[in-house]
């Protein structure tokens, strides 16, 4: 069955140092998410891309957080400086499309600890 | 923004026993998802209602789609300690990007 892809599944780093994560869609899935999850939580959207374009990044803090599809295949999530409260587990997830965007296949996320 | 509100928080079941959690929100929604998060895993769907008064079933699992449209319902039946894990209700936003919003999670634990 065919599965999302990320990496690393830990990390751990200290604070004001770059961090970065990668995550490979089903194949042929167009859509693609970032969320971020906080210990107790669900899970909330941080970036949505369509192929290779960038369709929400409206709670991505830009101050600290990028994100890029160059090729609309995989993608990549950075934080640079990371902060003690970006201490979370980052999920990645894709759809077909937005519009059965509902229907999200999630990977097994990379859990962050900034120290 | 949508709010969805789950409950309960937690639980505590004996293996065997029936489950009921719900999930409300201040907005109607057209579709209710169900998804389950192992610890260290990411949410996988459970079910996906697309009807109000929809009832769809997997396995032992029931779910339910509110008749207002703002609420939904997932029932297991016979839990087992498989079961464990937090169950999340979603619901896509009204705008055109379609994003899920999700609720806070209900946490299950099933004691033997």
């Known amino acids: 069955e065919a599965e999302v892809a990320q990496s690393p599944r830990y990390k751990i780093t200290e604070k004001s140092q770059a961090v970065a994560f990668w995550c490979d869609p089903i194949?042929?899935?167009?859509?693609l998410y970032w969320y971020r999850q906080i210990l107790g939580q669900g899970p909330e959207l941080l970036v949505q891309f369509q192929d290779e374009s960038v369709v929400d990044d409206s709670q991505l803090p830009k101050d600290r957080f990028s994100a890029e599809r160059l090729k609309g295949v995989d993608s990549t999530l950075k934080i640079q400086p990371a902060e003690l409260g970006d201490s979370a587990m980052y999920l990645c997830a894709s759809s077909i499309g937005p519009t059965r965007g509902e229907k999200l296949f999630f990977g097994s996320g990379t859990q962050l600890s900034v120290l | 923004g949508q709010q969805l509100n789950q409950s309960p928080q937690s639980m505590f079941i004996q293996e065997g026993e029936d489950v009921s959690m719900n999930c409300t929100s201040s907005?109607?929604?057209?579709?209710w998802l169900w998804y389950k998060q192992d610890p260290g895993e990411g949410p996988v769907l459970l079910i996906a209602l697309y009807k109000a008064g929809e009832l769809t079933s997997n396995g032992r699992l029931t779910a339910q789609f509110g008749i207002t449209r703002k609420d939904s319902f997932l029932n297991i039946s016979a839990s087992i300690p498989s079961d464990v894990g937090i169950y999340f209700c979603a619901g896509p936003s009204s705008g055109s990007a379609r994003q899920l919003t999700f609720g806070s999670g209900t946490q299950l634990t099933v004691l033997p």
């Open positions: 194949s042929g899935h167009a859509t």
């Open positions: 907005s109607i929604f057209n579709t």
